[in-house]
Each structure stands twice: as structure tokens, then as C-alpha cells.
């Protein structure tokens, strides 16, 4: 799709491809039970890597960094380089809905903002297919945060993702999918906004004037701020919550 030529140069100029920190993702990691020395991690949708490189700080284990955009994986691979990361990182052009992994075959499996794209239980299952006995999931999900949002809030989802729950939904989903679940919390609105919208906001300018002739284009950058602004006024009511779960 055209499209994504748009998406895709604008988030390759991020500092991360969807909400997230440094900082949630050290706790999420700090909530892992007996982490294996060295472990074996697969991250998925792992965009430009900003969540893959602090990964690999902490664990000083191996990390296969799965993506389907070579040039977010290229941008992953650089800023690997200059931290002198490169030997915790191989990285692998492939789609999640592909994954061709043995069973039983990762120690953690990471996906910050990405699984849903599978469907989140859809997701699970695969996840829990591919970890090994004992093994750790940490997964960010879009969810509800406050009870009984607002018609514009639940039209949008229902346009933009069905599938979004509140947590204790999810939560019963993770049981049911034979993980027990270690930890859960709430992004904070700076997981949104220093990373992500603030840096969309001042790229689109040049994005948009770049393209000005372009409609595809602008129609995609009109998506963006639109979405920005939706989160602003209704930020209150939806979030992303990190999930960290064990393999039962």
C-alpha cells in the first residue's frame, strides 16, 4: 500500500514507533521471576528498536529483533552499533503473522505495541507456542482505563481497533490462555507523548509540506494529527497496559 511509504518515513524519524519509555520497560524486565542468565529473547514488532537496545542492556542476553520494515531494523542496527550493542542483536525482516521459530524456543518474548496487530489472543497463543516451559511474555495492550467511556471514545475504537477491552478482560484472557499473570500497569501519558505524539507533531510540518501536492500523503499525516488530538481530549479513558506474564 502507498500508504505505508508515508507511515513509514515518518516513523523511521522517531524516537520509538508507538507509545512506550525506557523506564516501563526496565520495570516491566525488573518484574521477570528467575531470569535465566543470558536469555534468549525474541521482540516483536520491534519498530527502531528503542525498547530492543535497553532490552539488551539489561539482560546481556541475545535478542532476535523481528520486523517487517528492513529500514527500521536498519535504524535498529545503527543506533546498536554506536551503543556498542551489536553483539546483543540480530535482527530478522519477517512478519509476526510468519514466524517459522521451533517450538519451545525462547526464554522472554517481547512486544511492545505490536501484537495487536495478530489480535491480541491470537498473539498470546502464538507466543505461548513458541516459549519455552517456564517461560516469560511482556506484552503492552491497548486498553480501557476508566469505566464507561464516552460515545466518541467507543465509536472511534470501534472503527480504529474492536478488539480493545479494559484490563480485567485482558486479564481473564491471559488466564485462560495458560499464562499466570506476574505484574500489570498503566502506561503513563509521557509513554504517549515524549516519544511518540510530541516528536509526530514536529516532523509533520516538513512531512506536509514535502508533499503537499500529495493526497495519499496528507491524508495519511491528517491521520496522525488526528489521532494525537484524539488522544489529548480522551486521554483519560484509554492507555496502554503492560502485561507480564509466565508460562503455566
Not at 206 to 217: C, H
Request: aromatic residues 14%.
Amino acid at each position: 500500500m502507498e500508504e505505508m511509504t508515508y507511515i513509514y518515513e515518518l516513523c523511521e524519524r522517531l524516537p520509538r514507533c508507538g507509545p512506550g519509555d525506557n523506564e516501563s520497560t526496565r520495570r516491566a524486565y525488573e518484574s521477570i521471576l528467575e531470569v535465566p542468565k543470558q536469555p534468549f529473547i525474541l521482540d516483536i514488532g520491534c519498530g527502531t528498536g528503542m525498547q530492543t537496545l535497553e532490552l539488551a542492556r539489561i539482560s546481556e542476553g541475545k535478542i532476535i529483533a523481528l520486523d517487517n520494515c528492513q529500514g527500521f531494523l536498519d535504524i535498529l542496527m545503527n543506533r546498536a552499533v554506536e551503543d556498542r550493542l551489536q553483539d546483543f542483536v540480530t535482527p530478522k525482516n519477517m512478519s509476526m503473522r510468519e514466524m517459522d521459530f521451533n517450538e519451545e524456543t525462547f526464554d522472554i518474548i517481547w512486544s511492545e505495541g505490536a501484537l495487536y496487530s495478530m489480535g491480541f489472543q491470537n498473539g498470546l497463543k502464538r507466543c505461548r507456542q513458541l516459549l519455552k516451559d517456564g517461560g516469560y511474555l511482556a506484552v503492552t495492550e491497548l486498553v480501557y482505563i476508566a469505566p464507561d467511556p464516552p460515545i466518541p471514545v467507543v465509536q472511534y475504537f470501534e472503527s480504529e481497533y474492536p478488539d480493545i477491552k479494559d484490563v480485567k478482560s485482558n486479564v481473564e484472557l491471559i488466564q485462560n490462555e495458560g499464562f499466570h499473570l506476574l505484574s500489570n500497569f498503566t502506561l503513563p501519558e509521557s509513554s504517549w507523548l515524549d516519544n511518540y505524539y510530541l516528536p509526530i507533531e514536529k516532523k509533520l510540518p516538513y512531512l506536509i509540506k514535502k508533499y503537499q501536492n500529495n493526497q495519499v500523503a496528507l491524508g495519511v499525516f491528517e491521520g496522525f494529527q488526528n489521532e494525537v488530538n484524539f488522544y489529548k481530549k480522551y486521554s483519560e479513558f484509554y492507555g496502554y497496559e503492560f502485561f507480564v506474564m509466565k508460562k503455566e
